[in-house]
């Protein structure tokens, strides 16, 4: 079982950055590949990251590639996602996921456990 727990959300201006951190439990986080989500109303959720946890590969869609980067830390059980050029679109809430798989998933119904979610407003 994993616990995960958003934080660093908030209220930014356009072409700002944020660097949201989860918080995950357990003593098995570095056999979890992390990854993030986002969902801004009325439209479903979407892929945004991913990290593995074999050799660290990372994988973004188009959307935000050059933009954000994941990374994380198995010694804080910490997984982060920085996000530079805000632009009012990347208006959401950001999910992190964990998973066992170490390929590239974006269904959301490949991982395993998500946290509640934090609010992310980019203002123009």
């Known amino acids: 079982q994993v616990q995960l727990v958003e934080s660093g959300g908030g209220l930014v201006q356009s072409g700002g950055s944020l660097r949201l951190s989860c918080a995950a439990s357990?003593?098995?986080?570095?056999?979890?590949?992390m990854g993030w989500f986002r969902q801004a109303p009325g439209k479903e959720r979407e892929f945004v990251a991913q990290i593995t946890w074999t050799d660290g590969t990372t994988y973004y869609p188009d959307s935000v590639k050059g933009r954000y980067s994941i990374s994380r830390d198995n010694a804080k059980n910490t997984v982060y996602l920085q996000m530079n050029s805000l632009k009012p679109e990347d208006t959401a809430v950001y999910y992190c996921a964990a998973t066992i798989g170490s390929w590239w998933i974006t269904r959301i119904e490949g991982w395993d456990y998500w946290g509640q979610g934090t609010q992310v407003t980019v203002s123009s």
């Open positions: 357990g003593r098995t986080f570095s056999r979890y590949s």
